[in-house]
């Protein structure tokens, strides 16, 4: 019998690198250290909670791809942490400083933030002006540490929510398509079942072509399924002289 290789057997995994969602993700996460120590040197509790949901967005990303390999379930779970932990904890710590600082919290679709969500959609415009002098703006989607580092407070916080929005976003679209995915095709569960009835087929079908001799008459044997008794439904083999010769033997798999 071929056994298929193990590679063969698991799901299609890895390449988190090349996901969108992940490449923003990881700037969150970036920017939001910065952001920490620029804004809250002084609150460590509050700088740990913040880093600490921009990094489990990143990580249970890249976690979550090794583990479709062997679970979509897993896969599924993971990038749901993912854009919990951004959308439910990073997004409220951000608001929380703008509000508590008086600043204003832009609205989705005020100028502003359309501006910004365009701007951060490009790894880095190519089209911009020329900067006056002592001006600080934001250059795409890989500037946005830079950024946050010499923005006002309310420029910065609010960039941070435009670029958390987006990660969050994506990986509610990413969620969708996996959960689409799962349905179509199945799990690792599924495709291993699978794949070790094909390899039992596989089996039988290469014995069948080189069938034992009868023990008693020496008769080539057929491979036969029984019928009844204790072994209903296993396969055996028997004599082909039947009924003539009543000889059989044990089929694949199976033992006196």
Not at 5 to 19: K, W
Not at 141 to 152: D, I, N, R, S, Y
Request: glycine share 8%; hydrophobic share 35%; with cysteine.
């Amino acid at each position: 019998m071929n056994a298929p290789e193990n590679s063969d057997l698991l799901l299609p995994h890895g390449g988190y690198r090349r996901l969108r969602s992940y490449k923003v993700a990881e700037v969150v996460y970036d920017a939001t250290v910065v952001f920490c120590r620029r804004f809250h040197a002084q609150d460590r509790r509050m700088t740990d909670q913040m880093v600490q949901a921009a990094r489990s967005g990143v990580r249970n990303i890249s976690e979550g791809s090794g583990m479709a390999a062997t679970s979509r379930k897993t896969e599924l779970k993971l990038t749901n942490v993912a854009r919990a932990s951004l959308n439910d904890e990073l997004l409220r710590d951000y608001e929380t400083f703008l509000r508590q600082r008086g600043l204003r919290v832009w609205p989705k679709d005020s100028r502003e933030a359309l501006a910004m969500r365009a701007r951060l959609a490009q790894d880095a415009a190519t089209d911009l002006p020329r900067a006056r002098a002592g001006v600080v703006r934001l250059t795409g989607l890989l500037g946005l540490t830079e950024f946050v580092q010499k923005a006002e407070p309310e420029l910065a916080a609010n960039a941070m929510l435009c670029a958390v929005n987006q990660a969050a976003y994506l990986l509610k679209r990413q969620l969708q398509s996996q959960g689409r995915e799962f349905l179509e095709k199945g799990g690792f569960t599924e495709k291993l079942y699978g794949a070790r009835k094909r390899s039992l087929r596989s089996d039988q079908s290469d014995r069948s072509d080189n069938p034992p001799a009868c023990p008693n008459c020496g008769l080539p044997m057929k491979l036969r399924t029984a019928r009844k008794g204790p072994r209903t439904g296993q396969p055996f083999w028997g004599c082909s002289g039947y009924p003539n010769c009543g000889g059989t033997a044990p089929g694949p798999g199976q033992y006196r």
